[in-house]
């Protein structure tokens, strides 16, 4: 499931013309995440997820995704990630560019 949702999390970044090593001068990463299991699912179903950006802090924000199996529409899991930004060249965490925190906001 996390491996979906890092997916996700990648597609989402370039609809914005973003990815994660690159937000707008600095990068971002996960730095935690929980799963709820709410159904079972089985290789080969058709999932979708919906993702939602909250918790907008200084260096960091959560993203909440809510995974569903298409055939019946049943909430299968639900996952948040703790993302924080990270300047690689100076190797330390950074402030969210403000580019991004609109689109952050906006979401």
């Known amino acids: 499931v996390l491996r979906l949702c890092h997916e996700e ?17 600095v990068g971002v990463n996960m730095a935690d995440a929980a799963v709820q299991y ?5 290789h080969g179903e058709e999932l979708a997820s919906r993702l ?7 260096s960091g924000f959560a993203r909440h995704y809510e995974i569903e199996r298409c055939a019946d529409g049943q909430t299968i ?10 300047d690689y ?17 906006a979401v």
């Open 89 to 105: 060249n100076a190797q330390k965490v950074a402030a969210i560019p403000e580019g991004f925190r609109a689109i952050l906001e």
């Open 9 to 25: 999390g990648v597609r989402w970044l370039a609809t914005h013309e973003r990815n994660k090593i690159d937000i707008g001068g």
């Open 77 to 86: 899991a639900r996952v948040q990630t703790g993302m924080v930004c990270f």
């Open 52 to 58: 939602v950006a909250n918790d907008i802090g200084r």
């Open 38 to 42: 709410t159904a079972q699912t089985h």
